[in-house]
């Protein structure tokens, strides 16, 4: 097909996708319409070489297949293109947001030409996947330690992958991955740097918040994700104010909210500068930047990045 449209969540798996459809082939120009437009896109993919060889475009970003906005001019050029596609052209659109059918550029590639949709992958095809990996390098490893590795990844696969890989470099050669070395190794910094960012931002730490923030990136943590443990944090220290306005003792506070009491002396600690509007204020704050970037109205970690700005100034 000359016109693909795939959309997924997962690098790796997008990834895996593109090399079927490129193949062997060298000839491919990749695009990032959040830096280049579609203009820039289409007029590439016009271009015919000498030697007429087949070339392949690659367009990360196109998130206007589903809940990104287009402009009226993009949607005419796209829908001309789409009726004169490039005999010697494949373009290959990558969206990482819910496709959204109803739009007449979605459905018509969807109807003419291919749409790729990748799910996430389940828990237990994350499991297999790494362990055939492990397998397939010759690495011996219990079911256990994957499963570890697959749990303290968030159930991610692009996370988990990346645990294997460390853990195949460190081991340098193949042999038996000891559990023990897998739970040293595997990032405990992905939960650990999630709580070590809560903190960070509850405690106005605006370097540490952006710096913490950038290793999540890097991560590929899901910034949803983040803003739960966000408002879960945030949350708890506004019911623990409340309560305590309501000059309510602290094994009362204990019983009501089921904290341990190492829970509550950690809370009682970050609540101290904050007032009871503040706390109701940035929660407010964190279920509109939720629902903005669940309905592809911003940029993910640009609208977490905003929000640490406000909260730590």
Same mark, same amino acid.
């Given at each position: ?58 367009? *990360? /970003?196109?998130?206007?297949?589903? %809940? #990104?906005?287009? @402009? ?5 050029? =796209?829908? $001309? ?54 397998? *397939? /390098?010759?690495?011996?490893?219990? %079911? #256990?330690?994957? @499963? ?5 990844? =968030?159930? $991610? ?72 443990? =966000? ?74 990045? =905003? ?7």
């Amino acid at each position: 097909m000359k016109i693909n449209l795939i959309s997924g969540e997962s690098y790796l798996l997008v990834n895996e996708k593109i090399n079927d459809i490129v193949g062997l082939s060298k000839n491919v120009t990749t695009f990032d319409l959040s830096q280049s437009t579609l203009e820039d896109v289409l007029i590439e993919a016009g271009y015919v070489s000498m030697f007429e060889e087949e070339k392949y475009i690659v367009i *990360k /970003n196109a998130n206007f297949f589903g %809940t #990104d906005k287009i @402009k009226d001019s993009d949607t005419d050029i =796209l829908l $001309n293109y789409f009726e004169h596609p490039s005999d010697n052209t494949t373009l290959i659109f990558i969206c990482s947001t819910k496709l959204d059918l109803r739009k007449k550029i979605t459905k018509i590639v969807k109807d003419k030409f291919n749409l790729i949709n990748i799910p996430n992958l389940k828990y237990y095809e994350i499991e297999n996947r790494a362990m055939e990996t492990f397998k *397939k /390098n010759g690495f011996k490893i219990e %079911t #256990d330690t994957v @499963k570890y590795l697959v749990q303290n990844s =968030l159930n $991610n696969f692009d996370l988990t992958m990346n645990e294997v890989e460390k853990i195949m470099l460190f081991y340098n050669e193949p042999g038996y991955v000891k559990y023990e070395d897998a739970v040293n190794i595997a990032a405990k910094s992905i939960n650990t740097n999630n709580f070590l960012f809560v903190d960070a931002v509850v405690e106005g730490d605006l370097e540490k918040s952006l710096e913490l923030l950038n290793d999540l990136k890097i991560m590929k943590v899901e910034p949803t994700i983040i803003l739960s443990l =966000l408002a879960r944090d945030f949350r708890i220290m506004l019911q623990i104010k409340t309560l305590q306005n309501e000059e309510k003792r602290e094994y009362e506070i204990l019983s009501e909210l089921g904290l341990q009491d190492w829970q509550l002396n950690k809370y009682l600690n970050k609540i101290f500068p904050f007032k009871i509007k503040e706390l109701e204020s940035i929660l407010i704050k964190i279920a509109d930047i939720d629902l903005s970037i669940k309905t592809g109205k911003v940029d993910k970690y640009t609208a977490l990045e =905003l929000f640490i700005l406000d909260v730590c100034e």
